[in-house]
């Protein structure tokens, strides 16, 4: 099992960004899907988490202008951000906790993709 995130870069302030993170491999079924970002000399912190049914949780700090989704026939998670901000600035990764067709759980990562929001 792969994750795969694109769609980090440099923005300005209140710009906006829109990351994915695509799940491939030996898939049976992926329970939550979400981002956790860590920003230079910052502990890692969980931004948003994506439930199979929908249901969504955020930091606060992105409530209001971060979005997160999923399309499950894609196994693919998106988080749409907007009017960014510079305390933004962080490696972005996704994570999965897929279980496999051998019916093993487990968390996946993807690689970070860095998100510089700067003028």
């Known amino acids: 099992v792969q994750l795969q995130a694109s769609g980090g870069g440099l923005v300005q302030p209140g710009g906006s960004l829109k990351l994915s993170c695509a799940a491939s491999g030996s898939i049976f079924s992926i329970n939550v899907m979400g981002w956790y970002r860590q920003a230079p000399g910052k502990q890692r912190e969980l931004v948003a988490s994506?439930?199979?049914?929908?249901?969504?949780n955020y930091v606060d700090s992105v409530k209001g202008r971060f979005s997160i989704s999923r399309d499950n026939a894609k196994n693919t998670v998106y988080l749409q951000m907007s009017s960014l901000k510079s305390e933004d600035t962080a490696v972005y990764y996704c994570?999965?906790?897929?279980?496999?067709?051998?019916?093993?759980?487990?968390?996946?990562w993807g690689q970070g993709t860095q998100v510089t929001v700067s003028s």
């Open positions: 994506i439930f199979s049914g929908g249901s969504t």
């Open positions: 994570y999965a906790d897929i279980t496999t067709r051998s019916y093993a759980a487990s968390r996946y």
